[in-house]
């Protein structure tokens, strides 16, 4: 098994598969997201936005942007801790051609600013790859230090 390689740029860091790629995006415009594509098409998104953006509004934002994509959309609220992080966020079902596609958005406040993530495959791949998603976000958190301003 080949060790992971490392992103680390604009605030973002974290390790990810050999096998999967990056695309940085909205540099420009003042955006910090990038995107991690694994071989079958599935993928992982973190966006770092500022400290006061509001982690809930951050996750309605993401389903009511998937709901005006997607007629079929269906979601619940989940949660999910990495260490001494507590996110919220929502699990999201919809058709997508002839595929049932699951999204994931978990969205956390911290002293670097709020991170939102956001995970996306078929729901035949969505298991096998939760863990790859899951490795993903604990590890870009693992570099985000915990400090008390926010709690």
């Known amino acids: 098994m ?3 390689l490392e992103f680390h740029q604009h605030g ?3 390790l990810y598969p050999t096998n999967w790629s990056i695309q940085e995006e909205g540099y420009l415009e003042g955006k910090h997201s990038v995107t991690a594509y694994s071989p079958s098409g599935a993928f992982w998104t973190v966006s770092l936005h500022p400290r006061y953006a509001d982690p809930q509004e951050m996750v309605d934002a993401a389903i009511a942007a998937m709901r005006q994509e997607y007629d079929s959309l269906e979601w ?3 949660s999910w801790s990495v260490g001494d992080w507590a996110m919220n966020g929502a699990e999201m079902n919809f058709f997508y051609l002839d595929l049932v596609c699951v999204s994931r958005v978990l969205a956390v406040r911290t002293d670097r600013g709020t991170f939102v993530f956001f995970c ?3 729901d035949r791949d ?4 939760d863990r790859v998603f899951q490795a993903l976000t ?4 693992s ?3 915990k400090l008390s301003y926010w709690e």
Do not use: G, K, T, W
């Open 126 to 129: 969505f298991e096998s790859l």
């Open 12 to 14: 973002i860091r974290f």
């Open 138 to 141: 604990a590890s870009c958190l």
């Open 76 to 78: 619940e609220p989940c």
């Open 143 to 145: 570099y985000v230090p």
């Open 2 to 4: 080949n060790d992971p």
């Open 120 to 122: 996306q495959a078929s």
